[in-house]
């Protein structure tokens, strides 16, 4: 069983930076995808920023050029550095995995099989 665990998150103001990490177990965590969503009051899960497994990454449209998602495979663990941050970033950010055979990079939450509990970002203008 897949499990993960994030980290990082708080209060900042607009402008800051912050770093998420994410801890993976329960499978060989440098054979997979991973990524970030995150998920507002009132809205949709979003995605944010993907990694595959050989390092690609994907970012959606609004932090790209802010956000850098990054791997540690010694570690098992993945990054979110979150640089210039905006009031609108505020939301839960949640680490994801898509399920096991899985070979094809997607940016759609239906192709995520494991969640994070999420970790709460602020940003207050």
């Known amino acids: 069983q897949v499990q993960l665990v994030e980290s990082g998150g708080g209060l900042v103001q607009a402008g800051g930076s912050l770093r998420l990490s994410c801890a993976a177990s329960?499978?060989?965590?440098?054979?997979?995808?991973m990524g970030w969503f995150r998920q507002a009051p009132g809205k949709e899960r979003e995605f944010v920023a993907i990694?595959?497994?050989?390092?690609?990454?994907y970012y959606a449209d609004s932090v790209k050029g802010r956000f850098t998602i990054s791997r540690d495979n010694a570690k098992n663990t993945v990054y979110l550095q979150m640089n210039s941050l905006k009031p609108e970033d505020t939301a839960v950010y949640y680490c994801?995995?898509?399920?096991?055979?899985?070979?094809?990079?997607?940016?759609?939450?239906?192709?995520?099989?494991?969640w994070g509990q999420g970790t709460q970002v602020t940003v207050s203008s």
């Open positions: 329960g499978r060989t965590f440098s054979s997979y995808a």
């Open positions: 994801a995995a898509p399920p096991s055979g899985t070979t094809v990079v997607v940016t759609s939450t239906a192709g995520y099989h494991y």
């Open positions: 990694i595959s497994w050989n390092d690609n990454t």
